[in-house]
């Protein structure tokens, strides 16, 4: 399985400081051979970065979609809205949407559905918060929270990505150890092999997520169940994503 490293660039950059971005991270990015590279811009500048990025093998995702295919839902943005820009991935059920805009893990399954019911390859976020972990909760919050892949058939279940952000993480500059890191991707790669099988969970790309930076990158690379990394501050400094690419290139199999 190709590394992934992924961009989540939240609200950030109008249009021209987006079209700038891409074409900066694609001339750094050059062609990895063994990383799959995607940023997530906000919407409004997905089809643009879609365009500068259409020679590029960085590829585009989106932050969020509502789960119903189209309706009375002022301000929100259905799947095939963004499939149709071309886009490959989406993001769902990301902690700040979690906290900000009151997803569930009900409304975050749906919207899981809704994207794979269209072409879009959802991103499960998934993460427990700074009193969960006091509290040794963390297996039991985030395996809640990928309890919606237990309920898809299996081939849907393979085209899911999930990213595990412990909530404490993100933003904060304290991101967890490798160690911690790749002991809940494994505990989530272990649940889905139970519902799924060895081979679906094998094909699940897990990644780590929160305060992720080139002087850190490595360690998560390294670990047996961490399969890339999602990536916010970092991912709106080109050089600064550019070299997690280059690490993953690096990195040992
Ligand atoms: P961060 O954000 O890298 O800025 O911690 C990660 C995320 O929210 O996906």
Excluded at 24 to 36: A, E, F, H, L
Aim: hydrophobic fraction near 40%.
């Amino acid at each position: 399985m190709n590394r992934v490293i992924m961009g989540n660039w939240k609200m950030h950059t109008t249009l021209s400081e987006a079209e700038d971005l891409a074409r900066d991270i694609s001339s750094r990015v050059g062609r990895p051979s063994k990383t799959q590279v995607v940023v997530c811009p906000p919407f409004p500048s997905l089809n643009r970065v879609r365009e500068v990025l259409s020679e590029s093998p960085v590829q585009v995702g989106a932050q969020d979609i509502h789960w119903a295919e189209e309706g009375a839902f002022t301000g929100e943005v259905s799947a095939s809205m963004v499939e149709t820009l071309g886009c490959e991935y989406t993001l769902v059920g990301h902690s700040e949407r979690r906290v900000h805009k009151e997803d569930t893990v009900e409304t975050t399954a749906l919207k899981l559905r809704a994207a794979l019911g269209s072409k879009l390859r959802p991103v499960l976020c998934v993460g427990e918060g700074a009193d969960h972990r006091e509290k040794d909760l963390t297996g039991e919050v985030v395996g809640t929270q990928i309890s919606p892949i237990f309920f898809l058939d299996s081939a849907a279940a393979a085209r899911v990505m999930v990213a595990y952000e412990p909530v404490w993480a993100i933003g904060s500059g304290r991101a967890a150890t490798p160690q911690d890191a790749d002991e809940v991707c494994g505990f989530i790669r272990d649940w889905i092999e139970r519902v799924h099988g060895k081979s679906v969970a094998r094909s699940i790309p897990i990644l780590y997520g929160g305060s992720v930076k080139p002087d850190n990158v490595s360690g998560f690379l390294l670990q047996k169940n961490v399969d890339g990394v999602l990536v916010g501050g970092a991912s709106l400094d080109p050089e600064a994503f550019a070299s997690l690419v280059r690490a993953s290139e690096g990195a040992t199999d």
